[in-house]
């Protein structure tokens, strides 16, 4: 079973705007990680959060963590056609550390 | 530095063959995993290896053995293949050696396995 779920699974937006993805999950973690995946590639870290943080920033990427909901979002600012992919949250769960869980994805285009 | 390697990229199969996909990492990291991906869906862990000669399953183990031959090298048999089996496999490496918990992982380019 996923333990993390993508929202929206579809996003279309024109260039400059911003995406916000969101993603949930079950159990307690020990960290969430973010993650994208070009077309036809392997997936690319982008962004780890521990839970005991509540915002990392990382370029135009901004991410939050919210233990208390057990949801986090990946914001991407001034968004660019390069960031047309899929992104992935993958949460390192308590009962079952070391193994990450992926959701299902949401994946995003970027229109020039 | 080639991260992590692949092979084959590309496989087609008939229902019943064996075969095994290769991956080594030269991160020199401990920790190695074996994820499929079926079409539009995440990544579900097949098995992985916490360190040099551990192996441990993940969500979804039938139907495929594996072998960490050393640091550097995770292989993935699949004894007598099956059309479900058909998906993308990703190997993937990180620096932890302890099942306490999963630091960055760094992906393979993926290899395309098809089975008729």
């Known amino acids: 079973s996923q333990q993390g779920e993508e929202d929206p699974q579809a996003l279309s937006i024109q260039e400059g705007e911003n995406a916000t993805m969101n993603c949930s999950y079950k159990?307690?973690?020990?960290?969430l990680q973010w993650y994208r995946q070009n077309s036809g590639r392997g997936l690319v870290h982008l962004i780890l959060i521990r839970s005991n943080e509540r915002e990392k920033h990382s370029g135009r990427l901004r991410v939050t963590l919210d233990t208390s909901k057990k949801s986090s979002s990946l914001l991407i600012t001034a968004s660019r056609a390069a960031d047309t992919a899929s992104y992935f949250c993958a949460t390192d769960a308590r009962t079952n550390a070391g193994k990450s869980t992926f959701g299902d994805g949401t994946t995003l285009t970027v229109k020039p | 530095n080639a991260g992590v390697t692949q092979t084959p990229k590309f496989q087609v199969l008939k229902t019943g063959q064996s075969m095994t996909l290769q991956c080594a990492q030269d991160?020199?990291?401990?920790?190695m995993y074996w994820y499929r991906q079926d079409p539009g869906m995440g990544l579900r862990l097949i098995y992985y290896?916490?360190?040099?000669?551990?192996?441990d399953k993940g969500e979804v183990p039938n139907g495929y053995n594996v072998s960490r031959l050393n640091k550097r090298e995770f292989s993935l048999r699949l004894e007598s293949a099956a059309p479900s089996q058909t998906s993308v496999y990703f190997c993937?490496?990180?620096?932890?050696?302890?099942?306490?918990?999963?630091?960055?992982?760094?992906f393979g380019e993926g290899s395309r396995l098809t089975v008729l």
């Open positions: 159990t307690s973690i020990n960290n």
């Open positions: 290896s916490a360190s040099e000669g551990t192996t």
């Open positions: 993937a490496s990180s620096v932890p050696g302890l099942a306490s918990y999963t630091g960055e992982l760094f």
């Open positions: 991160m020199n990291h401990n920790s």
